[in-house]
């Protein structure tokens, strides 16, 4: 029974290649796919868990972005602030506001720099489950910049998910109590020992590490006095000793003098822990469940393979990697009900297409404006409990923006008017139909033949009455297989309820 055991290298094929790519990344060509393919499950889930030994070609540096945009005064200048108040100056108090809205616009501008890199780099990457695990971080310890306004947080936040990305989990939550976007979005920059705030205690253990039930008001409100002084100075995580409590505490039945990184541990402890991430862990790449309900509430495939991931977090003290080994070597992971079965996110849907089809990129700025337009927009999770995802995904007006941002990629065409530069970066699917004769074992070029292969390419199989549908609108145009005519068939593909999953 799928979910037993491990998937043989006997079965895994084209189908189960693509999905793995899909997935453990942003979907690939018919060379990538036909790549693994060959390869077997074994070697291809070890290669894309191991992403640290592929080169990246671009990699983030501390100046990739401007840190001192948003910095806090300097003496001097808090000096004269608090002078101009006291002598009623309002040329200087206007200077100083002036100086205060220029900060904040050209933050603005550098999170829309933000956004257009971190899409630049899932659409690019060599390392595309790295990628996706910063996309699953992001959703998972949510923080808005819509909150924060500090740009460079944020791009501090989205490296922290990058370098642990398959790292161990209990550095990553060890790392957020110290992160200064994560103090500030839920304020806990400001929680003294004679005022503690409750926002981060209760997220790091109702969102983060331990789900609803699992904890109780008391231990909410203890974990609150544990974290008392853990602030932010600039860029940098600060400890301030005189603001925390010192006093005993007694958090998830452990007591003592408890500080974060106590509370943390207390967290980490229960076995609710381990639980909680591997169904967040399964639900982001395998179907959607409810990560709230009973484990053995779940089917019987998703049960056992979560049973086993958590087997294998618990083994490895958290570590991610070997979660992820045991969940993509898993026969479930390429059961019926798995595969071809994820509504794909706004990001996956642009990303992917790019990708995959190998789509000219055209303007990064526009694929953003279709995100946030379809619910996902990047550095602004509507929430500190993320996007919801799956069916919330589709609605009328996100399916008529899904195929618009297809038509995009693929034609140039916008919903009024052209891309100005798209005669220059005129979209060429030759290469995929030579890709897809070549991954497929066979040349045929016929309208049948290119409809079949562009579906089990495109959407995983090839159902009659969708290779009628493709054939016949090739035959329409003579049964020529041209840029043109091919071009037409994505597009038709790309308006299918089927190309919505992955």
Known sequence: MAGMGRIRDTDFGYAEARHLLWRAGFGGTPKQIQTLAAWGAEKSVDYLLTYDQVTDPKPPTPTTFDPNIMRPPTADERQQYRRAQQLRDENTLARFRLRR?????????????????????????????????????????????????????????????????????????????????????????DSRKDRPNENLARELMELFGLGVGNYTERDIKEGARALTGYTFEDDRFVFRQQDHDTGAKRILGQSGPMDGDDFVQAILAQRDCSTFICRKLYRFFAEDINVEADTRDLPDGAYKTIRAMQRAMLATRYEI?????????????????????????????????????????????????????????LFFPPSVAGW?????????????????????????????????LADQEKYDPSDLVTQLGEALAGAERDPVSVSSYLLRFTVGRASSTNIETLSGFLNQHGGRITPETLTGALLLISAMPEYQLC
């Open 101 to 189: 809205q220029d900060a904040q616009r050209r933050d603005r501008q550098q999170m829309r720099e933000l956004q257009k890199w971190w899409l630049a780099r899932m659409i690019e990457t060599p390392r595309p489950l790295q990628e996706k695990l910063t996309l699953f971080w992001h959703g998972h310890f949510a923080t808005s910049y819509r909150t924060i306004e500090n740009s460079y947080h944020m791009f501090q936040q989205n490296q922290l998910f990058r370098t642990r990305a398959a790292g161990n989990f209990a550095d990553l939550m060890f790392q957020i109590i110290r992160d200064p976007a994560m103090l500030a979005y839920l304020d806990n920059d």
């Open 321 to 377: 990697k070997p979660t992820l080994r045991e969940l993509f070597l898993s026969e479930h992971f390429y059961s019926p009900e798995v595969m071809a079965g994820q509504i794909k996110s706004p990001v996956m849907l642009g990303v992917g297409a790019v990708r995959s089809l190998n789509t000219p990129v055209r303007d990064l700025s526009i694929m953003l404006d279709a995100f946030d337009l379809m619910g996902q927009s």
């Open 388 to 420: 919801d995802g799956g069916r919330a995904w589709i609605n009328t007006s996100t399916l008529f923006v899904r195929q618009n941002l297809l038509a995009y990629l693929l034609t140039g065409k916008k919903p009024h008017g052209y891309d100005a």
